[in-house]
């Protein structure tokens, strides 16, 4: 079944506290990124990614990090979470213009 | 800059109704325009996809139309159900890296 995992689903945690979401699909997409949603703003891209160690940054890229080392894979990486990245966040893969998203994850940064 | 509105932003009916949410673009480049389901703190669905030379798509009690010339998509929902209570969401997808741009949604409650 063709799906984009993320993980974990829900996460907890303390300001300053390195976490890392993961996301994989099994598309073989080129093409992934990274959303968050939050109430009155949308959605709005945080990196995208168009290929193997091809990143570039999106809309509200501070405080994030990605990575692109396999084409499966597109972690999102906090290196020192704030409380204004509690947030619920999607990963996508895109092909011919067609998102395809994961569950999301709801962070909470206390 | 691609802007995307979604009227109106919450809509209630009764069950039975046929209904129209509305999706408009400042931006007639786009690519593609998708319209998503997302239930209470849940994932995105996605419905349907007119990719830009098409007019319209039809999946099951959906519809969706897209005028490009007037950056206007419609999303028609036949014989509304109680389980088509969700917030609707469309979004275009523009630009060299293909972002998508979100309107708010709509959030729809059908009502027994």
């Known amino acids: 079944e063709a799906q984009v995992t993320q993980n974990p689903r829900y996460l907890i945690t303390v300001t300053g506290k390195k976490l890392t979401v993961t996301c994989s699909q099994n598309m073989n997409h080129e093409y992934m990124s990274w959303y968050r949603q939050d109430p009155g703003l949308g959605l709005r891209q945080i990196y995208y990614?168009?290929?193997?160690?091809?990143?570039d940054k999106g809309d509200v890229p501070e405080g994030y990090k990605v990575s692109r080392k396999e084409k499966r894979n597109f972690p999102l990486i906090l290196e020192s979470p704030s409380p204004n990245q509690t947030s619920l966040y999607f990963c996508a893969s895109h092909l011919q213009g067609e998102a395809f998203f994961g569950q999301g994850t709801r962070l909470t940064v206390v | 800059k691609q802007e995307v509105t979604q009227i109106p932003a919450a809509l209630s009916v009764p069950e039975g109704e046929n209904l129209v949410l509305n999706c408009s673009f400042t931006?007639?480049?786009?690519?593609?325009l998708q319209w998503f389901r997302q239930d209470p703190g849940k994932g995105l669905t996605s419905l349907l996809l007119?990719?830009?030379s098409q007019r319209e798509q039809t999946s099951g009690r959906l519809n969706a139309s897209l005028d490009k010339s007037s950056g206007r998509s419609t999303l028609y929902i036949a014989a509304s159900q109680p389980g088509d209570s969700a917030t609707y969401l469309c979004?275009?997808?523009?630009?060299?890296?293909?972002?998508?741009?979100w309107g708010l949604g709509t959030s729809l409650a059908v009502n027994p």
């Open positions: 931006d007639s480049a786009i690519y593609n």
């Open positions: 007119i990719q830009s």
């Open positions: 990614s168009m290929n193997v160690e091809v990143t």
């Open positions: 979004a275009v997808i523009a630009g060299n890296n293909r972002k998508l741009i």
